[in-house]
């Protein structure tokens, strides 16, 4: 399994309150994603990061921020929690090797619930 | 933005059934993949397709990325009760410099033994 801790794995926060949310890697790898989980919607991006403070927006990135001060940690910063974000987590990483294939490995997920 | 359509969004089936689920879109892509997610677990790659009208198999799973490169479908034989989990079909893309995915709305398979 490729070395992905994703913490918390549950979070219940209230309205307005700001969340962080951490993934860490042990694969040294050059990418880094976060996308959401919602019934109906399958997996969307967040925001992705190409390196340490290399990041971009994703899909759905409003009321989202994240930053990548090393290679293995990327944290995903909610500055103002809402209901809309209740969803569950996941971050990726991928070697992003160049030309061929670059599989993502995903986490185990953080369930967030905002009230 | 692009989108994938995965069907059906649900199968309940007895074990030792076969299996059939299907992604379309509206974009082209040139690698598709098919994931499972186990309950409270990341998704887990099962396949992945890199070429048009290619045929893929990997134990009892196959899967075949169609000809015009918008559609898929994968094909679980004989089930058995591991099998249950959400399907999500997703389509690779490179945008900005990154390898990107798109992912279907998902096909959640129950199995009754």
């Known amino acids: 399994d490729a070395g992905i801790t994703q913490s918390p794995r549950h979070k219940v926060t209230e309205t307005g309150t700001p969340v962080t949310l951490r993934c860490h890697q042990t694969e040294n790898h050059r990418y880094m994603y976060w996308y959401r989980q919602d019934p109906g919607h399958g997996l969307r991006l967040i925001h992705y990061s190409y390196g340490v403070k290399d990041t971009d927006k994703g899909e759905v990135s409003d009321g989202y921020s994240v930053s990548r001060s090393k290679t293995e940690d990327f944290l995903l910063t909610l500055e103002s929690a809402t209901s809309s974000q209740t969803s569950v987590y996941f971050c990726?990483?991928?070697?992003?090797?160049?030309?061929?294939?670059?599989?993502?490995?995903f986490g185990p997920g953080t369930r967030l619930t905002v009230l | 933005g692009q989108q994938l359509n995965q069907s059906p969004q649900s199968m309940f089936i007895q074990e030792g059934e076969d299996v059939s689920m299907n992604c379309t879109s509206s974009s082209i892509f040139n690698t598709w993949l098919w994931y499972k997610q186990d309950p409270g677990e990341g998704p887990v790659l099962l396949i992945a397709l890199y070429k048009a009208g290619e045929l893929t198999s990997n134990g009892r799973l196959t899967a075949q990325f169609g000809i015009t490169r918008k559609d898929s479908f994968l094909n679980i034989s004989a089930s058995i009760p591991s099998d249950v989990g959400i399907y999500f079909c997703?389509?690779?893309?490179?945008?900005?410099?990154?390898?990107?995915?798109?992912f279907g709305q998902g096909t959640r398979l129950t199995i009754n033994p």
């Open positions: 990726a990483i991928s070697a992003g090797l160049a030309g061929g294939f670059n599989e993502q490995f």
């Open positions: 997703a389509g690779q893309y490179k945008s900005s410099g990154a390898q990107k995915l798109v």
